[in-house]
């Protein structure tokens, strides 16, 4: 973080030497001048260019962070669909029923629905939350199609990908109203 508020900080300083080389010259020109003008339109130029990049600043200074966020939920999807295809196998062994290919073909497309969700600038941490959830999922459906845990457990999984479901659709939609807004 300390590269981008110094980044921030310079880009700040920059424009707001802009506005002051203005100011230093527009005070001694009369109104009635012909380069008051100019200097007056390159003042409001400048300082609406310094109020929207610290407008844009908070979202720069959380990029890293998005990004972090964005990862875990991608490699959480990536895993449980991993889980989804093991899933899938295991009837070819034996070990489980055919039934259960269902459930492995639910999962591997809840894991590739996942994946795609992108993270807002407000709100990523979310995304998080979500990627830790669904890996317990990834590891609590294997204990249970196996019979190692309760079936009783079976509503923790399904609160498990609904939660994360909501978790990561919610940040998604967050992303998707805030690319609007910036365009």
């Known amino acids: 973080m300390g590269e981008i508020d110094h980044e921030i900080a310079g880009e700040v300083a920059g424009l707001q030497a802009d506005i002051s080389s203005v100011l230093q010259e527009l005070p001694g020109l009369p109104e009635d001048h012909p380069r008051y003008e100019a200097l007056f339109a390159q003042l409001v130029n400048a300082g609406s260019a310094l109020l929207e ?3 844009e600043a ?14 875990a939920l991608t490699w959480s999807a990536r895993i449980h669909m991993l889980g989804a295809v093991l899933l ?7 070990w489980i029923g055919w039934g259960w290919v269902a459930l492995a073909v639910f999962q591997l497309l809840f894991g590739f629905l996942a994946s ?7 709100g990523h941490r979310e995304l998080r939350i979500a990627a830790g959830v669904l ?3 990834t590891v609590l459906v294997p204990l249970l199609v196996f019979g190692v845990l309760s079936t009783w457990f079976w509503v923790a999984a399904a609160a498990g990908w609904i939660g994360s479901f909501v978790l990561a659709t919610d940040a998604d939609a967050a992303h998707a109203r805030e690319r609007r807004g910036a365009a």
Do not use: I
């Not at 899938?88 to 034996?94: E, I, K, V």
């Not at 795609?116 to 407000?122: H, R, T």
């Open 53 to 55: 990049y610290e407008a």
């Open 58 to 71: 908070p979202a720069k200074r959380e990029e890293p962070q998005r990004q972090v966020s964005k990862s």
């Open 88 to 94: 899938g196998l295991a009837p070819l062994t034996g």
């Open 116 to 122: 795609g969700m992108d993270a807002p600038v407000q």
């Open 135 to 137: 890996g317990a999922v």
